[in-house]
């Protein structure tokens, strides 16, 4: 199975709060980030947080690192319209000479 | 705007052509990966280079060809392709290996 799973889908209403999240399964990650895809682009990297930190906030963005039970998640405050597109989340497997190892991706469709 | 520059956009090419994807990044960073990525699916990661020297070979088909001139550029040389490679190409960037990696808006690929 794959090392990093996340929801396939999400939809929300402009102005609410979207919560994406990610479960991943190397206990080694140091590192753990989201990106965002947005049609015909690339990703962009959005934000990241270290494994030995618990949450990180960033304007809209916040970040919660569960690592006893390897949850991440990612909080979008206020979604706009421009907010739809796709989610990552990755982390580096060390264990695998440090490779970004990618989540499925979420789609984010956000509502009027 | 992104900060890794690839060119050209779009390449439609027929199986027998030869062509070629670059990318360039101006950061002073040291490592450079190719990724593929197929519709409605995360990157997979195809090649790595680390001070110009090639790192990680993913087991891609020598139909494919990387190549690193200099720290700042990143080409991939394409022929005899087939219909299944088809995708975005994406090129990406980062200090040293293990750390955050930035991508190019990429080059979407055809093959007729």
């Known amino acids: 199975g794959e090392d990093v799973e996340q929801s396939l889908f999400l939809s929300v209403r402009e102005g609410d709060s979207s919560v994406i999240n990610c479960t991943y399964t190397?206990?080694?990650?140091?590192?753990l980030y989201w990106y965002k895809q947005e049609p015909g682009a690339g990703l962009q990297l959005l934000t990241y947080i270290f494994s030995n930190m618990d949450m990180k906030q960033d304007q809209r963005l916040t970040v919660l690192l569960n690592k006893k039970d390897k949850h991440l998640s990612l909080r979008i405050a206020d979604t706009q319209t421009g907010d739809s597109a796709i989610y990552f989340c990755a982390e580096i497997e060390e264990a695998a000479g440090n490779k970004l190892t990618f989540g499925g991706g979420t789609r984010v469709l956000v509502k009027p | 705007d992104t900060e890794v520059t690839q060119t050209p956009k779009h390449l439609v090419m027929g199986m027998t052509n030869k062509k070629s994807l670059k990318c360039e990044q101006h950061m002073g960073h040291r490592a450079m990966y190719w990724y593929k990525q197929k519709a409605k699916k995360p990157p997979e990661l195809m090649f790595v280079?680390?001070?110009?020297?090639?790192?990680i070979n993913e087991s891609v088909p020598s139909r494919f060809s990387p190549e690193c001139p200099n720290s700042s550029l990143l080409n991939l040389h394409l022929h005899a392709l087939q219909p299944e490679d088809s995708a975005l190409y994406l090129c990406a960037s980062s200090q040293d290996i293990g750390d955050s990696q930035h991508f190019g808006d990429g080059t979407r690929l055809s093959i007729l």
């Open positions: 280079y680390s001070y110009e020297k090639l790192s």
């Open positions: 190397d206990s080694s990650s140091t590192y």
